[in-house]
């Protein structure tokens, strides 16, 4: 078995390019992913994995042969190499180098049912993390990022996400190109906005839906709320007028579940 110890090595080098630079990941299509539940959860949503790096103190051969196939490509790696790429506090001593997805629109397959989330210029990856966890607590058919502001394989993603990431299907695309495909799969969207809106618990959500949120710092943009087939709000009783973003797609992702019977 391949061993590395130094971490000069010029693998090791590019492993750290890919967990700082977005760039890199999408020049090599890969990425890095960190714990025994995420490279589990990654393996069960059909994630390629090409690498696996560990700790041999930590974890045993026959651990990572449950993990992956035995196709993959096995480093056992020192305590000083490990944290060189690890990103988290937690020494869990194994990560996995993966394969990226395509995050096409077009790649999706959706229920005849759908029930969809639909998020607009996210930025931060806490909030992403947060959204793609609500999302897979209530089984959406699909996350769809309009006009993406940070790349889906940032390591903060990965981590806040607690590998949700690997369990929702997910795609991007700008705004006018996701109100397109919903217009044509003839799926009713619900944007979440101030401006001439109904209150979100008196609108039917049994039927083909999207949800539409966006920042809390700007809201949604124009295109959005012209094309809603409703806008709608959720009644603040409070000083301020918006709260985060995960937040109120929780509410809103969970009354539609509540009104379809969970």
């Not at 078995?1 to 010029?10: G, L």
């Not at 750290?16 to 714990?35: C, M, W």
């Not at 051969?61 to 305590?79: G, T």
Request: glycine share 4%; charged share 20%; net charge neutral.
């Amino acid at each position: 078995m391949k061993q590395i110890t130094s971490v000069q090595n010029p693998f090791i080098k590019s492993l750290v390019l890919l967990q700082e630079k977005a760039k890199a990941r999408k020049q090599t299509g890969t990425f890095l992913i960190e714990g025994q539940r995420e490279i589990s959860l990654a393996v069960k949503g059909g994630y390629e994995i090409e690498t696996v790096l560990f700790l041999p103190e930590l974890v045993t051969e026959n651990q990572i042969k449950n993990l992956v196939s035995s196709s993959v490509q096995l480093i056992e790696i020192n305590k000083e190499v490990y944290q060189k790429l690890a990103y988290r506090d937690t020494t869990e001593g194994i990560l996995a180098v993966a394969k990226t997805k395509s995050l096409k629109l077009s790649d999706l397959k959706l229920s005849e049912n759908p029930l969809i989330l639909v998020a607009e210029s996210l930025e931060k990856p806490g909030n992403i993390g947060a959204v793609l966890r609500t999302a897979d607590a209530a089984n959406l058919d699909a996350v769809l990022i309009a006009d993406p502001k940070s790349d889906l394989y940032n390591p903060n993603i990965v981590r806040s996400s607690v590998g949700c990431l690997f369990t929702n299907q997910i795609a991007t695309g700008t705004s006018e190109e996701i109100i397109a495909f919903l217009k044509e799969k003839k799926i009713s969207f619900y944007s979440a906005t101030l401006q001439n809106s109904t209150s979100y618990h008196t609108q039917n959500f049994t039927t083909p839906t999207a949800l539409v949120v966006g920042t809390e710092a700007t809201g949604l943009t124009q295109k959005w709320r012209d094309e809603a087939t409703q806008n709608i709000i959720i009644p603040m009783q409070g000083e301020i007028d918006s709260m985060n973003v995960s937040v109120a797609a929780a509410i809103l992702i969970f009354e539609a579940k509540r009104q379809r019977g969970f």
